[in-house]
């Protein structure tokens, strides 16, 4: 259909998109989470390049009629990898962050975009109760957001020895030995993947685990040993573990970093919001004495993918890791974010994450977090008065980790869990909810994690009846 510069339908097509997208919010609690045909619909866009185009407004028709190949995420009962939805605020947001189409990179490129993310790191640190005195960074996700963190920290490890790691690199100094890494058995992929980025490896981290413990809890007194003959190192607290939101002993590990002077990276991704609410922010006190912390966005603030944050104690050793230089670009002192992480072109995520905590506050994000703590304990307590499900582990913050158990089905272990993978499979297909498999203390479980902003007591409930629905007719 020619060039772009030619499409006299623009405005045309993007006011019936509009009407599309709110069509589809409208139906969007009482649409299945997965629609049978998702996997032939999400197929149908296969096929080779047009020669021709088919102009804008048949190819946004097509996509508009695909809608039954994307799962129903941003619905009230999508309970799988801890998503959230995007609160109405943070959503009309981001579609005006698209439509102006800016490069979030300096304050050349977009005053805007740097302006909000300062507002919107400062915001989240006051959010989070963390010292204003740090710095951070708004990232695509929590991997991002790792990598970034563990890139400040590998620069202070190195600069401990006496190395710029960031100018010289890893081999450009027979003085630097491995970089020691400890942390419980709740770390999570993100944060190995990131570390195998830096150079630094997957299995760089030695995974502390008491004896006999099937959860995963890190032996403070094996870190203690490592920290007193280590010398520099790295030590990495869970806040929020993915399958039963457990939490390291975050306190008390930062009185050992403290003492030994090892470094304190804290991977809150979705368990750093217990501390919006006084119930639960005990479970993450001592976050704010460590020495970078991150979070997601697209889990609890319920912003739009993707999103992340990422604080440090010392802002400065964001620019040493990150900084970059050509005539051409700006070199001044205003906010240029492309200086501060891995991104150099960066989406103005900023514009959804201000406007939703402008739109809502600390209370609005307080009364959320709280109504999905007490929707875990109601959906736990459905589990543990069950006499076919057995509950796991204490629902301590958002996810209720059960499995699926009939009376008698004790007696055969292997055959229980592969009823429940079978089970689990089922329960997706079936639409009306949608939570994983995992494997947990052994067993293979549900994991559905509470963290969508529409989720309401109907929602969890449906939760334990479709699996006490179909749990029968596959043993």
Same mark, same amino acid.
């Given at each position: =259909?020619?060039?772009?510069?030619?499409? %006299?339908?623009? /405005?045309?097509?993007?006011?019936?998109?509009?009407?599309?997208?709110?069509?589809?919010?409208?139906?969007?609690?009482?649409?299945?989470?997965?629609?049978?045909?998702?996997?032939?619909?999400?197929?149908?866009?296969?096929?080779?390049?047009?020669?021709?185009?088919?102009?804008?407004?048949?190819?946004?028709?097509?996509?508009?009629?695909?809608?039954?190949?994307?799962?129903?995420?941003?619905?009230?009962?999508?309970?799988?990898?801890?998503?959230?939805?995007?609160?109405?605020?943070?959503?009309?947001?981001?579609?005006?962050?698209?439509?102006?189409? +800016?490069?979030?990179?300096? *304050?050349?490129?977009?005053?805007?975009?740097? +302006?909000?993310?300062?507002?919107?790191?400062?915001?989240?640190?006051?959010?989070?109760?963390?010292?204003?005195? *740090?710095?951070?960074?708004?990232?695509?996700?929590?991997?991002?957001?790792?990598?970034?963190?563990?890139?400040?920290?590998?620069?202070?490890?190195?600069?401990?020895?006496?190395?710029?790691?960031?100018?010289?690199?890893? %081999?450009?100094?027979?003085?630097?030995?491995?970089?020691?890494? *400890?942390?419980?058995?709740?770390?999570?992929?993100?944060?190995?993947?990131?570390?195998?980025?830096?150079?630094?490896?997957?299995?760089?981290?030695?995974?502390?685990?008491?004896?006999?413990?099937?959860?995963?809890?890190?032996?403070?007194?094996?870190?203690?040993?490592?920290?007193?003959?280590?010398?520099?190192?790295?030590?990495?607290?869970?806040?929020?573990?993915?399958?039963?939101?457990?939490?390291?002993?975050?306190?008390? =590990?930062?009185?050992?970093? /403290?003492?030994?002077?090892?470094?304190?990276?804290?991977?809150?991704?979705?368990?750093?919001?217990?501390?919006?609410?006084?119930?639960?922010?005990?479970?993450?006190?001592?976050?704010?004495?460590?020495?970078?912390?991150?979070?997601?966005?697209?889990? *609890?603030?319920?912003?739009?993918?993707?999103?992340?944050?990422?604080?440090?104690?010392?802002?400065?050793?964001? %620019?040493?890791?990150?900084?970059?230089?050509?005539?051409?670009?700006?070199?001044?002192? +205003?906010?240029?974010?492309?200086?501060?992480?891995? /991104?150099?072109?960066?989406?103005?995520?900023?514009?959804?994450?201000?406007?939703?905590? =402008?739109?809502?506050?600390?209370?609005?994000?307080?009364?959320?977090? /709280?109504?999905?703590?007490?929707?875990?304990?109601?959906?736990?307590?459905?589990?543990?008065?069950?006499?076919?499900?057995?509950?796991?582990?204490?629902?301590?913050?958002?996810?209720?980790?059960?499995?699926?158990?009939?009376?008698?089905?004790?007696?055969?272990?292997?055959?229980?869990?592969?009823?429940?993978?079978?089970?689990?499979?089922?329960?997706?297909?079936?639409?009306?909810?949608?939570?994983?498999?995992?494997?947990?203390?052994?067993?293979?479980?549900?994991?559905?994690?509470?963290?969508?902003?529409?989720?309401?007591?109907?929602?969890?409930?449906?939760?334990?009846?479709?699996?006490?629905?179909?749990?029968?007719?596959?043993?």
């Amino acid at each position: =259909m020619g060039d772009p510069l030619e499409d %006299a339908r623009a /405005e045309e097509v993007l006011r019936s998109t509009v009407e599309a997208a709110l069509d589809y919010l409208r139906s969007v609690g009482d649409r299945p989470v997965r629609a049978g045909t998702a996997d032939a619909t999400a197929r149908s866009f296969g096929g080779a390049l047009p020669e021709d185009g088919i102009g804008s407004p048949a190819a946004l028709e097509q996509l508009v009629g695909g809608l039954d190949g994307a799962h129903t995420s941003a619905g009230p009962r999508f309970f799988h990898f801890v998503t959230g939805g995007v609160t109405p605020a943070a959503l009309a947001a981001d579609w005006l962050a698209s439509a102006i189409d +800016q490069n979030s990179f300096s *304050w050349v490129s977009s005053p805007l975009g740097g +302006q909000l993310e300062v507002t919107a790191v400062r915001w989240l640190l006051d959010l989070f109760d963390l010292p204003a005195s *740090w710095g951070g960074i708004l990232t695509t996700g929590a991997t991002t957001a790792n990598f970034t963190a563990l890139a400040a920290a590998r620069s202070w490890w190195a600069e401990q020895h006496g190395v710029d790691v960031d100018r010289d690199g890893l %081999a450009g100094s027979p003085a630097l030995p491995p970089m020691p890494i *400890w942390s419980s058995g709740h770390v999570h992929p993100s944060a190995t993947k990131a570390l195998a980025m830096l150079g630094l490896g997957r299995d760089g981290v030695e995974r502390l685990v008491v004896d006999g413990d099937d959860t995963g809890s890190i032996d403070l007194d094996a870190l203690a040993r490592r920290l007193s003959t280590s010398g520099p190192s790295l030590v990495i607290a869970n806040a929020g573990e993915v399958n039963a939101g457990l939490f390291d002993p975050i306190a008390a =590990m930062a009185d050992l970093c /403290e003492e030994h002077g090892a470094w304190l990276h804290v991977d809150g991704a979705f368990g750093l919001f217990a501390r919006v609410a006084p119930e639960t922010a005990p479970l993450a006190a001592g976050v704010e004495r460590a020495h970078s912390v991150i979070a997601d966005g697209h889990k *609890w603030l319920n912003v739009p993918y993707d999103c992340g944050f990422s604080f440090v104690r010392e802002p400065a050793r964001l %620019a040493s890791a990150f900084t970059l230089a050509a005539a051409y670009l700006p070199a001044d002192d +205003q906010p240029n974010f492309g200086y501060l992480g891995p /991104e150099s072109s960066r989406r103005a995520r900023s514009l959804a994450v201000w406007a939703s905590l =402008m739109a809502y506050g600390r209370s609005g994000y307080r009364a959320m977090v /709280e109504r999905h703590l007490a929707l875990a304990r109601r959906l736990a307590a459905r589990v543990d008065a069950a006499p076919d499900l057995e509950l796991l582990a204490p629902a301590t913050l958002n996810i209720v980790c059960f499995r699926y158990a009939p009376p008698g089905s004790d007696s055969d272990l292997d055959a229980l869990d592969a009823l429940n993978e079978r089970l689990g499979a089922a329960v997706n297909d079936d639409g009306r909810v949608m939570f994983g498999t995992t494997r947990f203390r052994g067993m293979t479980a549900f994991r559905p994690a509470i963290t969508n902003w529409r989720t309401t007591e109907p929602d969890v409930d449906l939760v334990a009846d479709v699996v006490r629905e179909l749990g029968p007719g596959l043993v």
